[in-house]
Nanobody, 124 residues
Framework: VQLQASGGGLVQAGGSLRLSCAASGRSISNYQMAWFRQAPGKEREFVSAITRSRHTHYADSVKGRFTISRDNAKNTVYLQMNSLKPEDTAVYYC???????????????????WGQGTLVTVSS
């Protein structure tokens, strides 16, 4: 499946952004989907995941501020980001796989398909 992330940009601290991840090539209805992010000089880290049954998972650093959702009819996954902080600045990547098991949702290696990333910059 091909994944296209969009919605990034420059926002002040405390602001909001909504990222979208549009899939093409096949339906993602059977996919576990996730967002990761990578700040300059840092490893790519888990942000959030949504299972095929719509259970959601969040990194502690974004819990209560970010919300992941999916619209299978539109073959799209979203990440609503509120109360943004400068430390949220990163390139955000969407990813998915039909084979990732629940215990591995937060690991980047099991995912097979990745989008190109969208840059989020939060100014203080």
């Amino acid at each position: 499946v091909q994944l296209q992330a969009s919605g990034g940009g420059l926002v002040q601290a405390g602001g909001s952004l909504r990222l979208s991840c549009a899939a093409s090539g096949r339906s993602i209805s059977n996919y576990q989907m996730a967002w990761f992010r990578q700040a300059p000089g840092k490893e790519r880290e888990f942000v959030s995941a949504i299972t095929r049954s719509r259970h959601t998972h969040y990194a502690d650093s974004v819990k209560g501020r970010f919300t992941i959702s999916r619209d299978n009819a539109k073959n799209t996954v979203y990440l609503q980001m509120n109360s943004l902080k400068p430390e949220d600045t990163a390139v955000y990547y969407c990813t998915g796989s039909a084979r990732v098991i629940i215990s591995s949702l937060r690991l980047k290696d099991p995912y097979s398909d990745w989008g190109q990333g969208t840059l989020v910059t939060v100014s203080s």
